[in-house]
């Protein structure tokens, strides 16, 4: 995984990621300076946890990859 650097003026807008790996899902969630990844067996296990996540940080969706 990329290494990500950010000055510590700058601000990173939060998100909520979904993808798929080797049949194992993985929702990944930023907030400020805190970054959260989950995996998941079932793929609608997942999209409600990313679909919660992004209800809590008052997104319009979440971006699956």
């Known amino acids: ?3 990500v650097t950010v000055s510590l003026n700058e ?7 979904v993808i798929e790996v080797c049949g194992e ?6 907030d ?3 970054e959260l990844t989950r ?8 999209l409600a946890y990313a679909e919660g ?7 319009a969706d979440f971006d699956r990859l």
């Open 1 to 3: 995984m990329d290494s």
């Open 11 to 17: 601000q990173v807008s939060p998100c909520v990621e």
């Open 25 to 30: 899902w993985f929702v990944r969630v930023v």
């Open 32 to 34: 400020g300076d805190e």
């Open 39 to 46: 995996s998941f067996q079932l793929e609608p296990f997942a």
């Open 53 to 59: 996540q992004r209800i809590r940080l008052g997104l």
